[in-house]
């Protein structure tokens, strides 16, 4: 089974950043896509930030375009998220989760949950102002 570990979340102050971590272990595919995805009360789950498994392509939404930075760790198996400038409407509950996505994909398709079929347990990150 495919299991994802997040960790990394906290409480921090506008202006700060945090770095977000998921392992990832159980996936046999050798092409599968790694994301972020985050989900604020009473809000709907959104895309964040998606990385192919050989590294690139990578996709962000709009929102966190210049702020937020994806990356693996081959030799770890992980993905990170690195947030940098962080608002308070980044606060959420901030969730990895792994796909079978080809490479080249829109970036709507590649952000879209629906596309997603392991999914770990969440870290909160809350951004005070």
């Known amino acids: 089974d495919v299991q994802l570990v997040e960790s990394g979340g906290g409480l921090v102050r506008a202006g700060g950043s945090l770095r977000l971590s998921c392992v990832v272990s159980?996936?046999?595919?050798?092409?599968?896509?790694l994301a972020w995805f985050r989900q604020a009360p009473g809000k709907a789950r959104e895309g964040v930030a998606a990385?192919?498994?050989?590294?690139?392509?990578?996709y962000y939404a709009d929102s966190v375009k210049g702020r937020f930075t994806i990356s693996q760790d081959h030799a770890k198996n992980t993905v990170n998220l690195q947030m940098d400038s962080l608002k308070s409407e980044d606060t959420a509950m901030y969730y990895c989760?792994?796909?079978?996505?080809?490479?080249?994909?829109?970036?709507?398709?590649?952000?879209?949950?629906?596309?997603?079929?392991?999914w770990g347990q969440g870290t909160l990150v809350i951004v005070s102002s």
């Open positions: 989760a792994a796909g079978t996505i080809p490479p080249g994909v829109a970036a709507a398709w590649a952000l879209a949950p629906a596309q997603y079929s392991a």
């Open positions: 159980g996936y046999t595919s050798r092409s599968f896509t």
């Open positions: 990385i192919y498994s050989g590294g690139s392509p990578t």
